[in-house]
């Protein structure tokens, strides 16, 4: 069955930092990895996604991610946060194949100091 | 551009009533799914649908759910006797052909059982 870790309930960082979010997933093939945020009160954005090709893939909002198939890991980062990142943020691992659920880490809130 | 909408935004009930939760998922798109966030915890799975019945479901989704695309613009989730434990966030999800797992999210409806 696939899963997904997010190691970090809750990270805290000051304005103009960079920022990385770990994320590691067990699945049994090449995954569909996926970095969704969410606003207090609203619902799942899509920053970005990996299913193939080049393992470091730009997300909207000035986002990357590293997938690293021999860590099972697919980390967000970004060079220099804005306040306005202050948000939760979920790793998803789907199943390759159309049609398949996601399934989400438990997220991590970011929390961003002026 | 387009996007999935939800209705109603909250929905308070009491327990023992039926609700239905209301999603217009994206026009093109074919597999329409439903995910609960019970509040502080990750989004959960519970139901994917596709050429007009289930197509997997989770331990979650047990005989008091229901889905259903009644008019082919409308899906619905309907929970025939609510618990306390219903009471979470519910998000409808939908995928466009050819872009296998990048679904898109509405913005959830908040359901509360008192």
């Known amino acids: 069955a696939q899963s997904v870790t997010q190691p970090d309930i809750h990270i805290t960082v000051s304005e103009g930092a960079s920022l990385e979010l770990r994320c590691n997933y067990s699945?049994?093939?090449?995954?569909?990895l996926f970095w969704y945020v969410q606003s207090p009160g609203q619902g799942l954005q899509l920053l970005l996604k990996?299913?193939?090709?080049?393992?470091l893939v730009q997300g909207i909002k000035g986002f990357e991610a590293e997938f690293k198939r021999s860590q099972s890991s697919f980390n967000l980062r970004k060079p220099s946060v804005h306040w306005s990142d202050a948000a939760e943020y979920f790793c998803?691992?789907?199943?390759?194949?159309?049609?398949?659920?996601?399934?989400f880490g438990t997220g991590t809130q970011l929390k961003v100091e002026l | 551009e387009p996007e999935v909408t939800q209705t109603p935004s909250h929905q308070v009930t009491q327990m023992g009533q039926e609700v239905i939760l209301r999603c217009v998922p994206i026009?093109?798109?074919?597999?329409f799914y439903w995910y609960r966030q019970i509040l502080g915890q990750k989004v959960e799975f519970l139901v994917s649908?596709?050429?007009?019945?289930?197509?997997?479901k989770s331990e979650i989704f047990d005989d008091q759910f229901s889905v259903e695309r009644p008019d082919g613009s409308n899906f619905t989730l309907k929970i025939r006797s609510t618990k306390l434990e219903d009471s979470a966030m519910y998000f409808c999800?939908?995928?466009?052909?050819?872009?296998?797992?990048?679904?898109?999210f509405g913005p959830g409806t908040r359901l509360t059982v008192l």
């Open positions: 998803a691992v789907g199943a390759t194949g159309g049609g398949n659920k996601l399934t």
């Open positions: 699945y049994g093939a090449t995954p569909y």
């Open positions: 990996y299913f193939s090709g080049d393992t």
């Open positions: 026009s093109n798109h074919l597999y």
């Open positions: 649908f596709y050429n007009n019945e289930i197509s997997e």
């Open positions: 999800a939908s995928i466009k052909m050819g872009r296998e797992n990048e679904q898109f």
